[in-house]
């Protein structure tokens, strides 16, 4: 399983939602590393498929499905779950990425 942490310098929401990825991948009980990128170019972020600071994805994909096709974004990143938006990806989001890529090779 390959994850990525993207963010650029002075995000507000990186910290929070890097130290919530990393406290459920251990929760979950996996041992695996987190690729953390410094997103420092509109260059970079179409590159990397950036939709905002922050961003995580696993396998390549990002973990907020119904924006899988959204253009990349050097911007701040605003999450949806439920009616509600945040900075951080909820936790479901994240857990529920993990389950899908520990089902399929990658």
């Not at 399983?1 to 310098?9: A, E, G, S, T």
């Not at 929070?16 to 690729?35: F, M, Q, R, S, Y």
């Not at 994805?57 to 959204?70: A, C, S």
């Not at 936790?91 to 089902?103: D, G, R």
């Amino acid at each position: 399983m390959k994850i990525r942490f993207l963010y650029f310098k002075g995000c507000p929401n990186a910290e929070p939602a890097l130290k919530l990825l990393k406290e459920t991948i251990k929760e979950k009980g996996l041992n695996e590393e987190v690729e953390v990128i410094d997103v420092e170019s509109e260059e970079e972020a179409r590159e990397y498929h950036f939709l905002g600071s922050p961003t995580i994805q696993i396998n390549g994909l990002d973990i907020e499905k119904p924006r899988l096709k959204d253009s990349p974004l050097f911007g701040c990143r605003v999450y949806v779950d439920k009616g509600r938006t945040s900075g951080v990806p909820p936790k479901a989001m994240i857990l529920e990425a993990l389950k899908e890529a520990k089902k399929s090779p990658g």
